[in-house]
């Protein structure tokens, strides 16, 4: 086995047998070339340190570039040992042989999102890995009519008592990481964490990422009234990520609730509440707003990129790819989430 490289201990947990597949990217074809290849520490930090081609010959990697973290595309600059010259470089595609972490979620408010999530997480790891796989998943969907009905009577400790025990419950199941598959229920957050000893993956945290990516410090925030009023979301949002968030005046908030409980919970997508959410969009885009946060999981059902010039940073879809980059991440920490 190759030593490690500089910097890194010789009995590095972060050590991984990778299967590599060269791909012409811009024509979207596979090459007949497959390599196994010695990688230290999946952030790429380190670079491949060689692999044999299946003719006997031998490249060496002098650098590794990651270039689509969550496909595992990197390009490779290597040299050809035995002719001596460099070689171009060239795109990869990386699979890991190592499994997959069993991503824990708590669903069921309501369950048309839930079925979002489910759907995603695992088109993610099949684009990612391939074949037939799919994710590892422990699920607890909760029934929300009581849910519900402790949200509306301001019972926040029932509630949150009551998800903290479904994710105990996730944990003990097998669960190696935890997800909240709603955002307004992360009012509870905190009650859910201490109840597990599993990483959490705060919703939040995954959308504070994506908007720092694109470069944003003001955003509107869409949601269930109570994530658009209370501070437990738009505080998290500005302490923790320094992003400013707008939320719609009163009459907006009403709409917008209204629209999510009688209409998306329960499986309606009306175009004459996504026209409404279009003006309630523009209305924010009016007071200064960069981009727009689709503050609850069911908000994706009615509205999409295309209702809006703004960019759209969707809750859903954004916290099932930190999951899945998490589950096949040798690093479980979410980071500052």
């Not at 380190?46 to 595992?72: I, S, T």
């Not at 391939?130 to 926040?156: N, T």
């Not at 981009?291 to 609850?296: E, K, P, T």
């Amino acid at each position: 086995m190759p030593l490690a490289p500089e910097g890194c201990a010789d009995e590095c947990e972060d050590l991984r047998i990778g299967v590599v597949e060269r791909h012409d990217f811009k024509r979207r074809s596979k090459l007949q070339q497959r390599s196994s290849v010695l990688f230290c520490c999946a952030a790429l930090r380190y670079p491949v340190l060689q692999f044999g081609e299946r003719n006997g010959g031998e490249l060496h990697v002098v650098r590794a570039e990651r270039l689509d973290r969550l496909n595992n595309r990197v390009r490779l600059s290597v040299v050809d040992v035995n002719a001596g010259v460099g070689v171009e470089q060239i795109h990869y595609r990386l699979s890991w042989r190592h499994e997959m972490k069993t991503i824990g979620m708590i669903g069921g408010m309501s369950w048309e999102s839930t079925a979002l999530y489910y759907r995603r997480i695992n088109e993610l790891v099949r684009e990612r890995l391939g074949g037939l796989h799919s994710a590892p998943i422990v699920l607890y969907s909760v029934d929300f009519q009581p849910i519900e009905a402790l949200q509306r009577s301001g019972d926040w400790r029932r509630a949150g008592a009551e998800l903290a025990a479904a994710a105990g419950a996730v944990e003990r199941a097998g669960a190696e990481l935890l997800l909240l598959c709603t955002n307004t229920m992360h009012k509870v957050a905190p009650e859910i964490e201490q109840a597990v000893s599993i990483p959490f993956l705060h919703i939040a945290g995954a959308a504070a990422a994506a908007i720092r990516e694109a470069g944003l410090r003001r955003v509107g925030l869409l949601g269930t009234r109570f994530t658009m009023e209370q501070p437990f979301y738009a505080e998290r949002l500005g302490a923790r990520h320094g992003i400013e968030v707008i939320v719609p005046g009163e009459e907006d908030r009403t709409l917008v609730d209204r629209v999510i409980f009688e209409e998306l919970c329960r499986g309606e997508c009306n175009d004459a509440s996504r026209a409404a959410y279009r003006e309630v969009i523009a209305r924010l885009e009016q007071r200064g707003a960069e981009g727009i946060v689709l503050g609850c999981t069911e908000i994706t059902l009615l509205i999409k990129q295309a209702d809006a010039e703004l960019p759209l940073f969707d809750t859903t879809d954004l916290h099932a790819e930190r999951a899945v980059e998490l589950a096949l991440s040798p690093d479980l920490s979410p980071g500052r989430a």
